[in-house]
């Protein structure tokens, strides 16, 4: 199983970005999957997932700007990140859980500039 992310940059308060994670090894749509995030001296934590159902959830902090999605036929789960702020600055990795095991990528920097 391996999860690639892309996608991630500098970019002024306010903009947008949408990170992509190529997935290969597992079916996303059969597998929950979600990103997480982690900044400087801060634990990593759940950004956005979704569901094998398609059921999405997301961190308060990020309601209403970001929005989690997927294509099926090219096992790519994205992460759109709209009105982005400061505190978004963080490395942000993709996540696919299959039964009891849990697969990472290796990350992807997004920095925003105020």
């Known amino acids: 199983v391996q999860l690639k992310e892309s996608g991630g940059g500098l970019v002024q308060a306010g903009g947008s970005l949408r990170l992509p994670c190529a997935v290969s090894g597992i079916i996303v749509s059969m597998n929950g999957t979600g990103w997480y995030r982690q900044a400087p001296g801060k634990q990593r934590e759940l950004v956005a997932g979704i569901t094998r159902g398609g059921v999405t959830n997301y961190a308060d902090s990020v309601k209403g700007r970001f929005i989690i999605d997927r294509d099926n036929a090219k096992h790519t789960v994205y992460l759109q990140m709209n009105s982005l702020k400061p505190e978004d600055t963080a490395v942000y990795y993709c996540?696919?859980?299959?039964?009891?095991?849990?697969?990472w990528g290796q990350g992807t920097q997004v920095t925003v500039s105020s």
């Open positions: 996540n696919a859980m299959q039964q009891i095991s849990w697969y």
